[in-house]
Structures are given as C-alpha cells and as structure tokens.
C-alpha cells in the first residue's frame, strides 16, 4: 500500500518498509531499513548513471559509483512533477498497485488554429490516455466542451472543416463590439443540447474575463453554451457576455492556457497546450487579422509565464495558419497530432 504526503512516500516492498523524501531536483533520500537506521541518498551523475551514497545515519557515508537502470531514468534530472509522478508510479509497481493518474488538459486559445487541439487529443486516445479534467480558453474552450460532452476529436475535426469564421459570428450595432457570437452559442447547443457543467462526462471549466474587475473568472456552473460564447469574446470584436450581471470576454486577456483551474479541480498533473508558441505573426490581411494580432502580442509574454506551471506544455508554431478560416484543418490536425507524439516520452508513465 503506498502512503504519500507532499514529497514524501512510503510503501512496502515485501515485508520491508520503505520510505522515500524528495530533497530537490539533485537527489533524494531512501530510507529502506524497517528501523530506519540505514539510509541511501541518491544523487544524479551523468544520465543513466548515479552516484550512491550508503551507510548508517550517525555514520560518514561511502561513495560508490552504481548504475540504476529505472524506467524514468532518462526524466531525472528533470525538475518539477515530472520527475515525482513517474516516482510515484514506480512504487506503485513495487507494491503490487497500478491507479492511472488524474491529469488535465488545457486547452489554449488560438481562433481557427484551435483544430489542432484535435490532433493532440486524437494521439492521446490512440495511446489510451483519456483526461480526468479538462479546461479551456476560447477556441480551446470550444473543442474542450465538445471533447468533455462525448465528441471525439475525429468528430470535432468533421464539424470545424465545415464551419467558417461568419458561420459563428453575426455583424452587430452594438457600441461594444462589431460581431456577436451568439451562433456559436446555437452550434454548441444544437451539437449537445441545452447542457450545464454539471452534466459533463469529463469534468469541465473555461475561462472568461470580467472588463470591468479586468479579473479571470472560472465558469464551471450553469449552461454551457453561454460561457464557452464568453470565453470567446476576443475584445473589440465581438460584443462581451452577460453572466450573472458581470460583462465578460475572451478568457486569453488573463489566462489563455487555463492552467490553474485544474489545480483547483483536483489534477495531479498538468498538460498545457499552447497554439501560439510561435516568434512572430501572419502579416495582416485586414482589420480583424491586425486585431486579432495585437491582441496575441498582448497576451502571449504572459502566457510564457504561466505555462510554466504545466508539468508537460506542448507548444506550436501555428504564424502561418490563418486564426479566421478552416480550410487548413487537416494541416492543423496533423500539426497537433506531432507536437503531442514529439512529447510522447514525457506522457507515457500517465498509462495505467
């Protein structure tokens, strides 16, 4: 049986008690004596190889050069939770136990270069990796959804080849914007119905912002529909959503890869999409591309920072793909489909 708290485990191999404590990214310290009179402390060297250190806790320890042959090798030298998880999964092994992990998925915004979240979901089921959370942010918010709902990716693929940027927008008089969204508020219920959150197969949440308190807001409660359309409000264009007496916009003005609703809805580990890790820009082709573009150079500084905080971040550099037309999109699958398979070695201990 496996007892953990933060960064320390404990287990038995056997009869024998066993216990493990992280230090840092440089070693840890194993405990293996049932007393706890003896201990090793393991320090990396050169990957695939270790230097132990053994010996008594009162005594001055012997240095012998061993090398360990362990299935996470090659991610130890790695920081962060990475490294703990595939720890964690290795005693697992040992004590006879096998739980998959609960892990979420972020889904970044991008516009039209959001398909390419179907890619990557489309290798994470080939390799029967199914998320316990799922989040997202504008166009990721509305892949999410459907994902969550029960669409596979290869169905959310056939239905973004047939829609265009006007399919889901409507011009509008309103002094706040010069779209409204509110067809893709119709395109989600007529796909899924009138659902709430709370009916979700895969736990689900997006993210939207408040204009006025210019803070982030997590939407998980109450219909769907309306907070996917707020989550994509890109300012400026499309008028912002009323929810609950608060005027909302596109969610990627304060987190466009919504990593830190999932710490809060229970994600042991974190997997990041970003569709905008790209250098530079599509030169404009009119007024809509020279908004869109200011508002990715206003958001993606930020989001460099915050991603950090994903155990695993996939990031494309999507600058030549349009954000308003999905004439591309089994280019964009494709796209997503490898940047998830290049980070197949960082994923593979997630299986049960």
Not at 5 to 20: M, Q, R, S, W
Not at 42 to 50: D, H, K, L, Q, Y
Not at 266 to 288: K, R
Not at 310 to 316: E, K, P, Q, S, Y
Request: glycine letters at 10%.
């Amino acid at each position: 049986m496996i007892r953990q708290t933060g960064n320390h485990f404990a287990y038995k191999l056997g009869d024998l008690p066993c216990e493990v404590w992280f230090q840092n990214q440089e070693g840890y310290v194993l405990n293996a004596h049932p007393l706890g009179l003896a201990r090793q402390v393991v320090r990396p060297s050169i990957p695939g190889r270790f230097y132990l250190s053994h010996g008594s806790i009162v005594n001055s320890s012997i240095l012998r050069e061993k090398p360990l042959y362990f299935h996470w090798i090659q991610h130890f030298l790695k920081k962060g939770r990475v490294m703990r998880q595939k720890i964690s999964k290795w005693f697992r092994s040992l004590g006879g136990e096998s739980q998959p992990q609960n892990w979420g998925i972020a889904l970044g915004g991008g516009a039209a270069r959001g398909i390419a979240h179907t890619g990557v979901l489309q290798f994470l089921e080939e390799k029967h990796l199914k998320p316990a959370f799922v989040t997202g942010t504008s166009a990721g918010a509305l892949v999410g959804a459907l994902y969550a709902f029960g669409k596979s990716p290869k169905e959310i693929l056939d239905l973004a080849r047939e829609l265009t940027w006007m399919q889901v927008s409507g011009f509008s008089l309103s002094r706040y914007g010069i779209l409204s969204n509110e067809e893709l508020a119709e395109l989600i219920t007529e796909q899924l119905g009138e659902i709430g959150f709370e009916d979700a197969p895969i736990p689900f949440a997006c993210i939207a912002t408040d204009i006025t308190t210019g803070k982030g807001l997590v939407l998980d409660k109450g219909p769907v529909a309306e907070a996917v359309r707020a989550s994509a409000a890109v300012p400026g264009i499309y008028i912002p959503v009323t929810i609950n007496e608060r005027m909302l916009v596109d969610g990627g003005v304060v987190e466009n890869v919504p990593i830190s609703p999932l710490k809060s809805m229970g994600a042991e580990f974190i997997l990041g999409v970003d569709l905008n890790g790209n250098d530079g820009y599509e030169e404009p082709g009119g007024v809509i591309d020279i908004l869109l573009n200011a508002f990715d150079i206003a958001v993606d500084t930020t989001t460099r920072i915050q991603t950090q905080a994903a155990d695993v971040l996939i990031r494309m550099n999507l600058a030549s793909y349009s954000r308003t037309d999905s004439s591309a999109a089994e280019e964009l699958f494709e796209a997503g489909y490898k940047a998830a398979q290049a980070q197949w070695s960082e994923l593979e201990h997630l299986q049960a």
